[in-house]
């Protein structure tokens, strides 16, 4: 699942040019964001589908897809989808926590894809495909295995497999190319892979 930082793809020293503009609420994607704004970077398959989950929720105040996880400085979206950059497709999403607590976004996280696959998911092949939590610090840390630990519960109640979900502190968070981002408002007939399993997440 882990790739040698030694096999992975140079990379870039420059980001990716994105204008930083939040297609569907006109909110800015790139830093400074408001005080009190909290993050968590997620991945669950194809960020097209995933970020639209996410854009939908109350509280949520925007959402960026990108890339993170891996080793590769400011990757390609074809760089990525070769495998050796270590990156998988994640969504950043930045939520007030007054209005949605980070528990109903990891419950939204759980329910929305099957999270036991390991490198994929569905017929998406490959580790940028893995199920994968990026933290912003040690409290989500714990809240996100609290919560795992609740899902596989409800999954092996119900016959399920075990959780291949990658957990780890959040490194960099590079931004992928202005076509991806808010990709289903754009193309609204566009692509979307999200398979849960049927198994409610016993959280909230």
């Not at 109350?58 to 270590?86: D, H, I, L, M, Q």
């Not at 036991?116 to 912003?136: C, K, M």
């Not at 202005?178 to 289903?184: D, I, K, N, R, S």
């Amino acid at each position: 699942m882990t790739l040698d930082p030694s096999r992975a793809l140079p990379g870039r020293a420059t980001p990716l040019a994105i204008s930083g503009v939040h297609a569907v609420n006109g909110r800015g994607m790139l830093p400074p964001l408001p005080e009190g704004m909290q993050q968590i970077v997620l991945g669950l398959g194809c960020f097209w589908g995933a970020e639209r989950l996410f854009w939908q929720l109350t509280g949520v105040y925007v959402t960026a897809v990108g890339y993170a996880g891996g080793s590769t400085p400011n990757p390609t979206y074809e760089e990525t989808c070769t495998g050796r950059t270590g990156h998988a497709e994640v969504v950043r999403v930045i939520f007030d926590p007054a209005e949605i607590d980070l528990e109903r976004l990891l419950q939204v996280f759980w329910e929305a894809h099957d999270p036991t696959q390991g490198d994929r998911q569905g017929n998406d092949i490959g580790p940028q495909y893995r199920s994968i939590i990026l933290t912003q610090d040690e409290t989500q840390q714990a809240v996100v295995e609290r919560t795992r630990d609740a899902y596989q519960q409800a999954l092996t109640r119900a016959g399920g497999g075990r959780i291949t979900t990658e957990i780890a502190p959040l490194g960099d968070f590079y931004y992928a190319e202005e076509y991806h981002q808010q990709y289903l408002h754009k193309n609204p007939g566009g692509y979307c892979g999200l398979r849960g399993t049927g198994v409610s997440c016993p959280i909230g």
